[in-house]
């Protein structure tokens, strides 16, 4: 039998790459949504919204969790973290319109003290001012996050049933505009790549994630793990706080939800890119070599293979062709989810270089002392650059 030639034998790696995620990568392309509640709990829940210019959206926000359809108590705490928009005027309107006021208390943010992000420093005041409530359960949960009226049922029903300090849902993100049908299920495709459901629920697994738009927390274990102020200044302070409970020896359990969903509409490929550019380079803890690798990674996994088809030789297009194929079977569930086309499942690999042009601009923006930004505030920086 002929030896392989050398490109068809390098033409074989990314489909061991693909054969590798798709068996061997907890099974994260089969992401599972949050089931109904299974158990009425009456417990109390308090919500806490961090809030900054969000006038257009906390309204419904406020609304969807002050109507729920719950056993238990819900309590909404909004931390108004210095708006000039009306935010907070937009919230009570919101619970008065509701019937609701008594159930909603609105807090003006303190000063940002050194060291602290501006959105972690909004949830520990909340939970400083829930604790007087003692309630069983907090739900971090972002001002532009309109839950589904049975959500917070659901998210304790799961916590009860299946013992979990941490349960966090990947609510449903806009997918409405050309962009975001592109872009955004591959968002959340490369998110459940990085933290597979079932590795982040394994007890004897090191992975752990949570998505930050919707966080039911048991407060004991909150506290058992050191509390918010442990993981101040992380910029992916959902991830960062799932990590910190798990090593304190917490329980987790990470999903898609269908019903809640996000009101926040990008409308341009630029306004995802700096969504995605915001903690990128963070990520990937500042490091140039681990920049390098993760574009070369995405290149190799992503863009090789529809290129390989190109080389006329009939091995190395074979290798691709299966490469790209079980690419697209592993994207097609999650395409799926989003009610799109399964032709968008074969627009990965152009998906990829976008994502990697964002990785990229992340350093850049991180390089000029502009990482992390988000509405005016520059939270990625070095130390020097903090002063």
Known sequence: MPPWPEPCAAAAVPLLIWLYLALFRGGFWRARTLPPAAVAVPARVAAIVPARNEAEHIGRAVQSLLGQRFE???????????????????????????????????????????????????????????????PDYLLFTDADIEHAPDGVAALVSQAVTLRRDLVSVMVRLSCVTWAERCLIPAFVFFFFKLYPPRWVAAANARTAGAAGGCMLVRPAALARSGGLAAIRGRIIDDCALAGLLKRAGGSLWLGLSDTT??????????????????????????????????????????????????????????????????????YLPLVRFYRLPSRYALLLPCIALFYAAATLHSAIRYARGRGGEWKGRAQDVRPSETG
């Open 261 to 330: 969903r996000s009101l926040r509409v990008y409308g341009r490929f630029a306004e995802i890119g700096a969504m995605i550019s915001r903690t990128a380079f963070h990520q990937l803890r500042h490091s140039g070599l681990l920049l390098a690798g993760s574009l070369a990674a995405l290149l190799v996994t992503y863009v090789v293979p529809p290129l390989l088809l190109l080389t006329g030789e009939p091995l190395c297009m074979a290798l691709g062709a299966a490469a790209w194929a079980v690419m697209t079977l592993c």
């Open 72 to 134: 238990g108590q819900l309590h909404v705490f909004v931390v108004d973290d210095g708006s000039s928009d009306g935010t907070a005027e937009a919230a009570r309107a919101a619970a008065e319109a509701a019937g609701a006021g008594e159930r909603l208390t609105v807090l003006p943010g303190a000063p940002l003290p050194p060291g602290w992000t501006g959105k972690l420093w909004a949830m520990a005041q909340g939970v400083q001012a829930a604790a007087a409530s003692q």
